[in-house]
């Protein structure tokens, strides 16, 4: 079929309702499975970081394995958010935005000063390397960039509690109100577990050898790292609601501008 019929065909077959409806469709499951994984790879971060804390010193073998897949989470972390680095010099810098660049940035130095030191340090998951010269800065690198790097990363976290505190909002009170409640409780606990690990020390480096008393089960130790985390995140929280309610406010101001000058531009 030649000539004009056929072009009415075409163009009839790219109109139809079903190529129409199928694409949002198919660009929403595709941002649903990248949320998902956004997901999965976050939490999964969580949970190996705070692994990771507590079996620095005990457990070796399996410090490091978990090491090399908080290495791989991070990079998935980072392909799975790659816009962010895209927009990285784009646009203008508010606080909230400069803290969380500023924590972004020092959590990804804090990865790299880890990986740079296993390549020094491992004798299991990268054993098979050859040796590595520089033990001694190697320790210090490792040290800071642990603490530091899960200060950090609890930092982000609570930066991005907004959206899923609103989703529960919408979902209703209660639920809002009790995982305030159990934030709250975890993060009590974790000022008590900040002061017991001895987080400053590290933080400062005014102790290069980190202690954990074998008497202690893992599990604990696990808690008390995790509860650490949290009162982190929470703080890192309370900051951003100050600061997100006062844009709103200069956004609504800024629209009740804009729709007085409109409405005189409209009398004149």
């Known amino acids: 079929?030649?000539?004009?019929?056929?072009?009415?065909?075409?163009?009839?077959?790219?109109?139809?309702?079903?190529?129409?409806?199928?694409?949002?469709?198919?660009?929403?499951?595709?941002?649903?499975?990248?949320?998902?994984?956004?997901?999965?790879?976050?939490?999964?971060?969580?949970?190996?970081?705070?692994?990771?804390?507590?079996?620095?010193?005990?457990?070796?073998?399996?410090?490091?394995?978990?090491?090399?897949?908080?290495?791989?989470?991070?990079?998935?972390?980072?392909?799975?958010?790659r816009r962010w680095w895209a927009r990285l010099l784009k646009g203008r810098y508010t606080v909230l935005r400069a803290l969380g660049t500023a924590a972004n940035l020092g959590l990804a130095l804090c990865m790299l000063a880890q990986m740079a030191s296993c390549l020094?340090?491992?004798?299991?998951?990268?054993?098979?390397?050859?040796?590595?010269?520089?033990?001694?800065?190697?320790?210090?690198?490792?040290?800071?960039?642990?603490?530091?790097?899960?200060?950090?990363?609890?930092v982000h976290a609570g930066l991005h509690l907004?959206?899923?505190?609103?989703?529960?909002?919408r979902r209703g009170g209660a639920l809002l109100w009790i995982a305030r409640a159990a934030a709250v409780a975890a993060a009590c606990f974790g000022a008590w577990s900040f002061v017991q690990l001895d987080f400053g020390a590290y933080l400062a480096l005014a102790s290069q050898f980190v202690f954990v008393d074998p008497t202690v089960p893992l599990a604990l130790t696990a808690t008390e790292y995790a509860s650490a985390g949290v009162l982190i995140a929470v703080m890192a929280h309370g900051v951003t609601v100050p600061l997100q309610a006062s844009r709103r406010r200069a956004a609504a101001r800024g629209g009740r501008s804009r729709s007085r000058g409109s409405l005189r531009g409209e009398l004149e």
């Open 1 to 81: 079929m030649n000539g004009p019929s056929a072009r009415l065909a075409t163009s009839a077959r790219r109109a139809s309702p079903t190529k129409r409806f199928a694409m949002p469709q198919e660009r929403a499951g595709r941002r649903g499975l990248r949320a998902g994984l956004r997901c999965a790879v976050d939490a999964g971060l969580a949970a190996v970081f705070v692994a990771l804390m507590a079996t620095a010193t005990v457990e070796e073998f399996a410090h490091e394995w978990l090491g090399m897949a908080a290495f791989a989470l991070f990079v998935a972390h980072q392909v799975l958010n």
């Open 120 to 154: 020094v340090l491992s004798k299991y998951a990268l054993g098979w390397l050859p040796a590595f010269d520089g033990a001694w800065w190697a320790r210090v690198a490792h040290l800071l960039g642990s603490y530091w790097g899960f200060v950090l990363a609890s």
């Open 162 to 169: 907004a959206g899923p505190a609103r989703a529960l909002a």
